[in-house]
């Protein structure tokens, strides 16, 4: 591993950590067990956990560069910051609950140092039993927000658009161009990531990740998925911990639409909303058809939901 003090290191690891102290410590555990090709600098982001992560870390891994936010800064600004720190050619972002398999990162570099004409590459996920995540997805359309979760989606031709943006026709067995490969992990140049500003932090928390990559294709910059370079992954180990998750998911979809399709993209987000709305309204009334007090209940959860998500 390369020492802050050294010559700039080929790559910078961003890893954003806010309350998985325990896989936090395993995700640099895996960092910096192996000896790697290309030197790099490991860069942590605490986003103000409250679990002791920033102190462990500190402790245990004291060539880190620990960056200690006072709050919850979420996904994009976390990570502007700790590329922000960044010193090597190449920037890999990487979720805390993560752990790089042997050479994984390694691949990566080697990579995007010989394919010029690549603007990203992302490794295969795997849970931690081995069986892989179909991660990848194509570029979402004004139709995948009228399908994705709802009921539309659950029949033709709404299932078979749902089907061909989540990839389900792609194994994730071998190596080919992508349009989304997995957020978890995902390297750039830095030096590219910095003209294009980042991360957008309007989309603090979600769509992100799709938006940098739209951005990379319009500038006709390819992105690699590499299937030979694996990286485990623990699935939603800090979103799982957002009680808000769901309206800052509604509500980066609509600002990611109403920055890439206009105002239009926007009220045809917004439409379609309020029919998924409606849709969970009459669900929640036929699966709690001899309970009423709980109806009522989850109805006006819905309520205090929608209302929310409509008030910025």
């Not at 990579?111 to 690549?118: A, G, I, W």
Request: with cysteine; net charge neutral.
């Amino acid at each position: 591993m390369s020492d802050p003090s050294n010559d700039a290191p080929v790559l910078s690891v961003v890893v954003l950590s806010w309350n998985t102290q325990g896989l936090t410590l395993a995700c640099l555990k895996a960092l910096f067990a192996e000896e790697p090709k290309h030197t790099r600098e490991v860069i942590v982001v605490d986003n103000g956990s409250e679990d002791g992560s920033a102190d462990a870390i500190e402790q245990q891994f004291p060539q880190v560069r620990l960056l200690r936010n006072p709050d919850n800064r979420l996904y994009a600004e976390g990570n502007n910051q700790g590329a922000a720190m960044a010193r090597g050619e190449l920037l890999v972002t990487l979720n805390s609950d993560t752990e790089v398999r042997e050479g994984a990162l390694d691949k990566l570099v080697d990579f995007l140092r010989e394919h010029p004409d690549y603007g990203a590459a992302a490794p295969r996920l795997s849970d931690p039993d081995g069986t892989v995540q179909y991660a990848c997805q194509r570029f979402p359309t004004l139709l995948t927000v009228l399908y994705f979760d709802s009921w539309f989606g659950s029949f033709w031709p709404g299932s078979r658009h749902v089907n061909r943006y989540n990839m389900r026709d792609f194994d994730h067995l071998v190596s080919r161009d992508v349009d989304q490969p997995p957020g978890a992990c995902c390297m750039m140049r830095t030096k590219e990531w910095r003209e294009m500003g980042g991360l957008d932090e309007q989309l603090a928390l979600f769509y992100n990740d799709v938006d940098l990559c739209n951005r990379l294709a319009k500038g006709n910059r390819k992105i690699r998925y590499m299937a030979d370079a694996e990286v485990m992954h623990h699935r939603g180990a800090s979103t799982r911990n957002f009680a808000k998750m769901l309206v800052i998911w509604h509500r980066n979809r609509l600002a990611y639409y109403r920055k890439h399709y206009g105002s239009i993209g926007a009220m045809w987000v917004r439409l379609c909303v309020r029919l998924r709305i409606w849709e969970e309204w009459w669900r929640i009334g036929r699966r709690n058809k001899r309970d009423p007090g709980r109806k009522r209940a989850e109805r006006d959860h819905l309520r205090e939901s929608q209302r929310e998500l409509w008030s910025s």
